[in-house]
T-cell receptor
Framework: AQSVTQLGSHVSVSEGALVLLRCNYSSSVPPYLFWYVQYPNQGLQLLLKYTTGATLVKGINGFEAEFKKSETSFHLTKPSAHMSDAAEYFCAVVGNQFYFGTGTSLTVIP | KAGVTQTPRYLIKTRGQQVTLSCSPISGHRSVSWYQQTPGQGLQFLFEYFSETQRNKGNFPGRFSGRQFSNSRSEMNVSTLELGDSALYLC????????????FGQGTRLTVV
């Protein structure tokens, strides 16, 4: 069985500050992990994904995530938050379907 | 290339009615999955179709059904609508194996009154 847990349903950061969104996974097989972003009344847009290979994955809009097997984590980071980063972020693990976390709403304070 | 297209974007239906939602995947993609998104339950998997066959199914009642056509376009039908069916319904397409990147449409916002 596969699942993900996102710690913190709401995160607020100041513009220019580090963004850290936490995701822990559970998987009985080597996981394929994804981060998606959702803007209001929109679908989900892929930020980045980990399948195999390099554990530090770079995505769009300056985001990156590091796969840590020992910690079963796949946290999403961005060095400097921008106002346009305000959105809902979803971590997901894939089996025969996408298993999504409950989402983290990111607020960026000017 | 064109993205995933879902129609309509918004729907208002009355309890007891039925509704059909449409999803056109990216050209060449053969897998279409459907998800229900609500504030309380988050994103929940409904079903996945691949080459006109339902390949996987989530834990939803039989009122929720779907199908896929030979051109990979998919429809989702909900019969005997309930207030709790109000949600954003998202469609995702992948080329083949669901483990590859999924591209999502903008969703259909269904409101049941």
């Amino acid at each position: 069985a596969q699942s993900v847990t996102q710690l913190g349903s709401h995160v607020s950061v100041s513009e220019g500050a580090l963004v850290l969104l936490r995701c822990n996974y559970s998987s009985s097989v080597p996981p394929y992990l994804f981060w998606y972003v959702q803007y209001p009344n929109q679908g989900l847009q892929l930020l980045l994904k980990y399948t195999t290979g390099a554990t530090l994955v770079k995505g769009i809009n300056g985001f990156e995530a590091e796969f840590k097997k020992s910690e079963t984590s796949f946290h999403l980071t961005k060095p400097s938050a921008h106002m346009s980063d305000a959105a809902e972020y979803f971590c997901a693990v894939v089996g025969n379907q996408f298993y999504f976390g409950t989402g983290t709403s990111l607020t960026v304070i000017p | 290339k064109a993205g995933v297209t879902q129609t309509p974007r918004y729907l208002i239906k009355t309890r007891g009615q039925q509704v059909t939602l449409s999803c056109s995947p990216i050209s060449g993609h053969r897998s279409v999955s459907w998800y229900q998104q609500t504030p309380g339950q988050g994103l929940q998997f409904l079903f996945e179709y691949f080459s006109e066959t339902q390949r996987n199914k989530g834990n939803f009642p039989g009122r929720f059904s779907g199908r896929q056509f030979s051109n990979s376009r998919s429809e989702m039908n909900v019969s005997t609508l309930e207030l709790g069916d109000s949600a954003l319904y998202l469609c995702a397409s992948t080329f083949g194996d669901v483990a590859t990147e999924a591209f999502f449409g903008q969703g259909t916002r269904l409101t049941v009154v």
